[in-house]
T-cell receptor, first 118, second 115 residues
Framework: GAGVSQSPRYKVTKRGQDVALRCDPI?????LYWYRQALGQGPEFLTY????????KSGLPNDRFSAERPEGSISTLTIQRTEQRDSAMYRC????????????????FGPGTRLLVL | AQTVTQSQPEMSVQEAETVTLSCTYD???????LFWYKQPPSRQMILVIR??????QNATENRFSVNFQKAAKSFSLKISDSQLGDTAMYFC????????????FGGGTRLMVKP
């Protein structure tokens, strides 16, 4: 079946602009995660959802970052007033079961959105 | 908080030979899972193998196997009969099942398979 998809794949924006990054998880997957990956480093956790509920946003760098998943499927990560330091690969992952339910849930990653802030 | 350390920034191996990538982690948790993900030049993140901490038996997936030493908090990946397509960044990741299942990644090891 279809995997996790993300759009756009590449985004170039000017400093100060807002950007919205979209994630479409695997159909039926309950949990959805956002990560950020700087060049040459491993991904870092940003936030996650169970269904439409945002469970943990402790990884969001500051209040310019927000995420939503209003219908428990597609999620949007929004960065307001972008800065050059926001340039990175933004990755979404989904898993079948409920995160935090004391069960292993393998996360399947999308291709990522590469964001470049000029 | 958990930390994951991959002490080998880069490694190389001849095609058809075997290579082992190291990973250590630090946690006070007892219920967790460990993963290896592969990131080829396309920058996709592909699951290679996973290990449940409560299982003593090491996981294997075709040419890929792990050496899981729970007491030592070590989780190395062995790739047998290396192929050119194995050239990629490899990330070790820790999943805490008591804290929302988010993954904590190591810094990665860049593996080059030479013909």
């Amino acid at each position: 079946g279809a995997g996790v998809s993300q759009s756009p794949r590449y985004k170039v924006t000017k400093r100060g602009q807002d950007v919205a990054l979209r994630c479409d998880p695997i159909s039926g997957h309950v949990s959805l995660y956002w990560y950020r990956q700087a060049l040459g480093q491993g991904p870092e956790f940003l936030t996650y959802f169970n269904y439409e509920a945002q469970q943990d946003k402790s990884g969001l760098p500051n209040d310019r970052f927000s995420a939503e998943r209003p219908e428990g499927s597609i999620s949007t990560l929004t960065i307001q007033r972008t800065e050059q330091r926001d340039s990175a690969m933004y990755r979404c992952a989904s898993s079948l079961g409920l995160a935090g339910a004391l069960t292993e849930e393998t996360q399947y990653f999308g291709p990522g959105t590469r964001l470049l802030v000029l | 908080a958990q930390t994951v350390t991959q002490s080998q920034p880069e490694m190389s191996v001849q095609e058809a030979e075997t290579v082992t990538l190291s990973c250590t982690y630090d946690t006070s948790e007892n219920n967790y899972y460990l993963f290896w993900y592969k990131q080829p030049p396309s920058r996709q993140m592909i699951l290679v193998i996973r290990q449940e901490a409560y299982k003593q038996q090491n996981a294997t997936e075709n040419r890929f196997s792990v050496n899981f030493q729970k007491a030592a908090k070590s989780f190395s990946l062995k790739i047998s009969d290396s192929q050119l397509g194995d050239t990629a960044m490899y990330f070790c990741a820790f999943q805490n099942n008591n804290a929302g299942n988010m993954l904590t990644f190591g810094g990665g090891t860049r593996l080059m398979v030479k013909p």
